[in-house]
Each structure stands twice: as C-alpha cells, then as structure tokens.
Nanobody
C-alpha cells in the first residue's frame, strides 16, 4: 500500500497550488481520501476529505471557498486544488485513505484513516 503526495512548493500569498495523491496497492474506488496538514509547532489538522462512492466532500472552515478536493478513480489519484493561498496555509500536507465514508459524508478524523502517505511541503510567503 502506498500513498504519495506531491505538488507542494513555494508560492506567494494569493497564489495557487494543486496537490496530488497517487495511490497503489489497494482498491482506490473503495476508499475515502482525506487531506491533513501540520504547521510547525502545531498539531496536525484535517483540511478536506472526499467520500469513495459519491464523492461527497468536506472542508474545514479555514479553507472553505479556497480549496477544492477531487478524485479521479481511473487514475487512482486524488487532488487538492488550493487557491487564494495565505501564509497561514504553510504546512506539510498529507493525504490518507480510509475504507469508511462510502455513501454518506466524510470526516477528517485522522484516527479513522488507515493509510498515510509522506507529506509534501507547502510554503506561502512573499
């Protein structure tokens, strides 16, 4: 089982980045995907998730209206489009997978996620 997050980098405030989460070793279609982030000196927090069957989504209030999560089951890949980035979005971003949250909504309770990828650094700075 492998999850690989990529697409991070340095961007100016107001800019955009698209993170990708490539999955292998499990049936991607059956798993909800969550994005989490951890800023220096802070606990990891849930950012967004997308359910497996109907693609229902959830966003933390801090990113609602700026971030968009999506998935392409044919490519075993999930995405996090991040627009209007702010310095407070600076963090290491992780993707994770859970067999829960198929037909209803999803939640970013990290205790429910079984598989985790290595993070990708996002730095928002001028």
């Amino acid at each position: 089982v492998q999850l690989q997050a990529s697409g991070g980098g340095l961007v100016q405030p107001g800019g955009s980045l698209r993170l990708s989460c490539a999955a292998s070793g499990f049936t991607f279609d059956d798993y909800a995907i969550g994005w989490f982030r951890q800023a220096p000196g802070k606990e990891r927090e849930g950012v967004s998730c997308i359910s497996s069957r109907f693609g229902n989504t959830y966003y933390a209030d801090s990113v609602k209206g700026r971030f968009t999560i999506s998935r392409d089951n044919a490519k075993n890949t999930a995405y996090l489009q991040m627009d209007s980035l702010k310095p407070e979005d600076t963090a290491v971003y992780y993707c994770a997978a859970t067999p829960l949250y198929r037909s209803g909504g999803c939640f970013v309770d990290e205790r429910k996620y079984d598989y985790w990828g290595r993070g990708t650094q996002v730095t928002v700075s001028s």
